[in-house]
């Protein structure tokens, strides 16, 4: 990320409206582009997604908390905060 100088970019009036908020310090100004949801690109959020609703769909049948854990190499606990959290519909 290259710095640049406000005062060569900016109108004068926006400028002091700025300084009002951060007088000489830096500021980060993000891109106007919209930011992607986690692992969107990547594909990560759709995998914990799946293998989450593939924990929950076992559990409903029967298997027990430690056998998931084991078979999905997670602990107890993170394995009890996926079956009983509540549904984002």
Request: aromatic content about 10%; overall charge positive.
């Amino acid at each position: 990320m290259k710095y640049r100088n406000a005062a060569e970019i900016l109108p004068s009036g926006l400028l002091r409206e700025i300084q009002c908020y951060v007088d000489g310090e830096l500021l980060y100004i993000p891109r106007c582009e919209s930011k992607q949801e986690w692992g969107a690109v990547s594909g990560s959020k759709q995998f914990y997604q799946d293998r989450n609703g593939r924990i929950r769909e076992l559990f409903e049948s029967g298997v027990a908390l430690e056998e998931l854990a084991q078979k999905f190499g997670l602990s107890s606990s993170t394995i009890k905060k996926i079956v009983y959290q509540k549904k984002n519909l």
